[in-house]
């Protein structure tokens, strides 16, 4: 059974930091590229940070390019995402996705979410 598991979400002051973990299981995690999604209130689901599956490549919106990082340990199956220098704006629930293109389809999987809240 697949499982995409988020931590380490919460309440932060702006310009603090937060580091978003998403354990894996149930799936070849080395085999699927890992991105970090996130929706606040109102608003669409937005693309955050992507790697690719070994790690070699990262992208990133503008909106965060500068101050979060994407990585992943493909032993511990986990993906990470350190924010920093967090903004109200950035207040959202946070999703990990994985993904993986094959000949004909892909394959999604989401994580619950985690909540941050960037306020004074």
């Known amino acids: 059974q697949v499982h995409l598991v988020e931590s380490g979400g919460g309440l932060v002051q702006p310009g603090g930091s937060l580091r978003l973990s998403c354990a894996a299981s149930g799936f070849t995690f080395s085999s699927f590229a890992m991105s970090w999604y996130r929706q606040a209130p109102g608003k669409e689901r937005e693309l955050v940070a992507a790697i690719t599956s070994a790690g070699g490549s990262t992208n990133y919106a503008d909106s965060v390019k500068g101050r979060f990082s994407i990585s992943r340990d493909n032993v511990k199956n986990t993906v990470y995402l350190q924010m920093n220098s967090l903004k109200p704006e950035d207040t959202a629930v946070y999703y990990c996705?994985?993904?993986?293109?094959?000949?004909?389809?892909?394959?999604?999987?989401w994580g619950q979410g985690t909540q941050v809240t960037v306020s004074s």
């Open positions: 996705k994985a993904r993986l293109l094959r000949i004909g389809d892909v394959v999604a999987y």
